[in-house]
């Protein structure tokens, strides 16, 4: 495919326009959270644990990710746990640790929520030429990477 000619823009411009797209999409976790009878920080996590796949991640790695305590993913845990999101099994290598796994129907019920939406995300991209995507996918996980960075050196409080 041709890549298709855009309009000149500023890092200003795309800043905003980026500005614009997390704002809407916070709202539309808020949204997306309320439909399937979660708070946004649960629904986080459980999308953290399904990203995991087959690597169980421990608590501790979800406390992490989700930049909470230890103590706070544990009343989330149990909250997922209790809707049927998650179960906690046994670390294979270490008794004193558990791992957490998605729930196969919770997992289906949130992706079916999302999947018109990545729909229409998936009709965006084919807007766009593979070499284009292939920025995108750079620019997004490397703002990905410098925002976590940020978020590691500034936002911290354990």
């Not at 986080?44 to 690597?55: D, K, L, P, R």
């Not at 906690?88 to 999947?115: I, W």
């Not at 766009?128 to 590691?152: H, K, M, Q």
Request: hydrophobic share 40%.
């Amino acid at each position: 495919m041709q890549a298709k000619p855009r309009p000149t823009a500023t890092p200003a411009q795309a800043l905003s326009a980026m500005d614009h797209l997390i704002a809407t999409s916070l709202i539309g976790q808020q949204e997306m959270a309320q439909r399937i009878g979660l708070n946004v920080t649960d629904l986080t996590c459980f999308a953290y644990v399904i990203e995991a796949g087959e690597n169980l991640l421990t608590a501790g790695d979800l406390a992490a990710r989700a930049h909470v305590t230890t103590g706070a993913v544990t009343g989330i845990l149990n909250r997922l746990e209790r809707a049927g999101y998650v179960t906690r099994r046994p670390d294979p290598t270490d008794r004193r640790r558990v791992r957490v796994a998605a729930q196969p129907d919770a997992e289906a019920r949130v992706r079916e929520v999302y999947e018109p939406y990545y729909a229409r995300l998936h009709e965006l991209f084919a807007d766009y030429s593979p070499a284009e995507i292939a920025v995108l996918t750079d620019w997004f996980t490397r703002a990905s990477a410098l925002a976590a960075g940020y978020l590691e050196e500034h936002c911290r409080t354990d």
